[in-house]
């Protein structure tokens, strides 16, 4: 479904984004945009559930939405999702005239209501997030990979102050999302010995689908 599949991009797009902003000489707060743009909150969540409630045919994302997409990692982005973030941004630029909000906190916001949509729980969120002014395509290569041991990952997540409650949730975006078969195909190849690279009965139903 289109719907589930954008709510993991979006998980995936607020990672990516935390990768290359930073915060406001203030700091993060829920108040950030109390004066500056108060609907905010209310915008992010009505293109979201328009999104919940339909597919919507893709579109040519504006020369804003290019940069980061076109990172190695993000290739696999949905057009949907993507589509999603742009209508979000157009329309607080145009509500809330010169007080600009970052497409990062965009991205967190529509996590959140995305998360909520799918029947998770609805949580606060911390605003004051300022876009680079550049791409910094270094940075996003520096996301895990599908073949990062159990180690790796929890002292990645570890580095970057979140635990492996994190790390869990964080990776169950493909829950409700997809995984692309041609990144751990290869341990369907190693065999199922003693120790195989993956469940074989979950590997059987992965194969089935």
């Given at each position: 479904?289109?719907?589930?599949?954008?709510?993991?991009?979006?998980?995936?797009?607020?990672?990516?984004?935390?990768?290359?902003?930073?915060?406001?000489?203030?700091?993060?707060?829920?108040?950030?945009?109390?004066?500056a743009c108060p609907?905010?909150?209310?915008?992010?969540?009505f293109?979201?559930?328009?999104?919940?409630?339909?597919?919507?045919?893709?579109?040519?994302?504006?020369?804003s939405m290019t940069a980061s997409p076109r990172a190695g990692p993000n290739k696999t982005l949905r057009r949907v999702a993507l589509d999603l973030?742009?209508?979000?941004?157009?329309?607080?630029?145009?509500?809330?005239?010169?007080?600009k909000v970052s497409c990062a906190d965009i991205t967190v916001l529509a996590t959140r209501e995305a998360v909520f949509k799918d029947g998770g729980p609805r949580f606060d969120v911390a605003h004051g997030r300022r876009d680079a002014l550049v791409p910094a395509p270094a940075l996003i290569n520096k996301l895990t990979?599908?073949?990062?041991?159990?180690?790796?990952?929890i002292q990645f997540f570890k580095d970057r102050g979140l635990?492996?409650?994190?790390?869990v949730a964080l990776s169950g975006a493909?829950?409700?999302g997809v995984a692309h078969c041609s990144l751990f195909?290869?341990?369907?190849?190693?065999g199922f010995g003693p120790n195989p690279p993956i469940d074989p009965k979950f590997a059987t139903i992965l194969k089935d689908k």
């Open positions: 479904m289109a719907s589930r599949a954008a709510a993991a991009v979006i998980v995936l797009l607020a990672l990516v984004c935390a990768a290359h902003s930073a915060a406001a000489a203030g700091g993060l707060s829920p108040d950030f945009y109390k004066k609907q905010l909150d209310q915008i992010v969540a293109h979201v559930a328009e999104t919940f409630r339909a597919s919507r045919p893709a579109s040519s994302a504006s020369s973030i742009e209508r979000i941004r157009n329309t607080v630029h145009t509500a809330c005239k010169d007080n990979g599908p073949s990062f041991p159990m180690p790796l990952l635990n492996v409650a994190d790390l493909h829950t409700f195909e290869d341990r369907f190849k190693a």
